[in-house]
């Protein structure tokens, strides 16, 4: 029986083994569009390019961030992100708890001082595997000019 999440599984790594990806520009300007139409029906009337601006704005940063982690984690391969780092994240083991909380951190928008300020307080964390975890995170990839 073929479970939803292999199956989207599947459907990437065939995407990436055709050289498909999705595009991360494209899916940004969709958001915005929606954003563009929420704030118009809030408001009732057509808000325009305001919506546009304010969208990249305020959420481009973590929208970035997310679909990055996504492609770290080989769930979404994205055009605009290295394809050989496409599921880099998928074969964490020893350090899986590490991984789960910098993983947490950096969906909200945590930068690697904030990681390691944080990390430094939980003395359980054994700051070699924090450090390893972060380097293969590399926050400054997801870091992208505003289309």
């Not at 989207?8 to 083994?17: K, N, P």
């Not at 972060?134 to 505003?146: G, H, M, P, Y």
């Amino acid at each position: 029986m073929l479970v939803m999440g292999s199956f989207t599984q599947m459907v990437e790594t065939i995407a990436v083994s055709t050289g498909h990806s999705r595009d991360l520009i494209a899916e940004a300007w969709q958001e915005a569009e929606r954003h563009r139409w929420i704030e118009s029906k809030k408001r009732g009337y057509d808000v325009g390019e305001s919506a546009y601006r304010e969208w990249f704005r305020c959420y481009w940063r973590i929208f970035c961030r997310r679909k990055w982690l996504q492609h770290l984690e080989g769930e979404i391969c994205w055009s605009t992100f290295s394809k050989h780092r496409f599921g880099v994240l998928r074969a964490v083991s020893r350090q899986e708890r590490v991984f789960r909380c910098l993983r947490q951190l950096a969906y909200c928008g945590a930068e690697n001082l904030d990681m390691l300020f944080l990390t430094a307080a939980n003395s359980k964390l054994p700051r070699e595997d924090v450090l390893m975890v972060l380097r293969d995170l590399d926050v400054n990839e997801s870091r992208l000019a505003s289309p």
